[in-house]
């Protein structure tokens, strides 16, 4: 398709004998957000980390503003904001301190770290340590960090994990302020109520490949009010997990 981010082609992914994901196919435009959901273990970390050039697939490409990983790993990783889904912060350093080593590894203006921690609301503690930050504050200054260098897609990992419904709110809000920046956005979640929130589209992963997917909307007009959830019961009943092996 013309004009995509992110172009996925049977891409999957081998992991010693066992296939985590068989071939997956997935398309991302401009200004666009996509949720990725699916029980415990279905590969959705391991599919963003595939797109953020951390893992490499086992079979399938991988196309990124025009890019593959092999050809040009150095521009391929300037298309990608990424934001993993647990990060250690550095102790005793500040949001602003925090923010600035990020903007000197990306070659980021000083002009553009400010820019960004008033976008993500954290101006008024910008001085203050991260260790004192609560899990809402270090979540965004990890999307600001995302969002630090403007770059084509961003990548999120279980974004509003363990925040409450104040912070899930303001994360919404953050990715339709990125989106209207023309950024695409792909994160992954289990919190069915944020892929409703910010998500235009949803693909619900199960046995190494796409079970369902379809707009956020269709979901609704399709099962009723609780769409997601509906779907979401039907592929991974009870328990909601798939057994991650022992
Ligand atoms: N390095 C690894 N070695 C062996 N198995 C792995 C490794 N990384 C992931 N797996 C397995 O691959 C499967 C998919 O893991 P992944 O973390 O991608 O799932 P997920 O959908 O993100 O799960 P969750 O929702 O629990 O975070 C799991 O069964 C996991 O145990």
């Known amino acids: 398709m013309a004009n995509q981010v992110l172009e996925l082609r049977g891409v999957g992914k081998d992991i010693g004998k066992r296939t985590i994901l068989s071939s997956v196919e997935l398309d991302l435009a401009p200004g666009e957000s996509l949720a990725l959901c699916g ?8 599919l963003l980390r595939m797109i953020a050039g951390i893992l490499r697939p086992s079979r399938g490409s991988i196309s990124l503003g025009g890019l593959e990983w092999a050809s040009n790993r150095k521009r391929y990783a300037e298309q990608l904001g990424y934001m993993p889904d647990d990060y250690l912060f550095g102790q005793g350093l ?3 301190e925090t923010l600035s080593f990020w903007a000197s ?15 993500v609301g954290l101006s008024g503690v910008r001085r203050n340590p991260v260790t004192s930050f609560s899990k809402g504050m270090r979540q965004r200054l990890l999307f600001a960090q995302a969002l630090l260098a403007k770059p084509p897609l961003l990548l999120m990992d279980e974004p509003t994990n363990g925040l409450d419904p104040y912070w899930m709110d303001s994360f919404a809000e953050l990715v339709r302020f990125a989106k209207a920046e023309g950024h695409a956005v792909l994160f992954s979640t289990h919190q069915l ?5 910010a ?3 949803v693909v619900f992963l199960k046995d190494g490949g796409i079970a369902e997917q379809g707009r ?3 979901f609704t007009d399709r099962y009723g009010p609780y769409g997601l959830q509906a779907v979401f019961s039907r592929l991974f009943g009870d328990a909601g997990s798939q057994e991650r092996p022992r």
């Open 39 to 46: 029980g415990n273990g279905v590969g959705k970390s391991t």
């Open 199 to 201: 998500a235009d589209r």
């Open 216 to 218: 956020t909307s269709s």
């Open 105 to 119: 590894l990306r070659k980021v203006s000083p002009a553009r770290v400010s820019e960004t921690l008033e976008l």
């Open 193 to 197: 109520q944020i892929a409703e929130a």
């Open 94 to 96: 500040s949001a602003e």
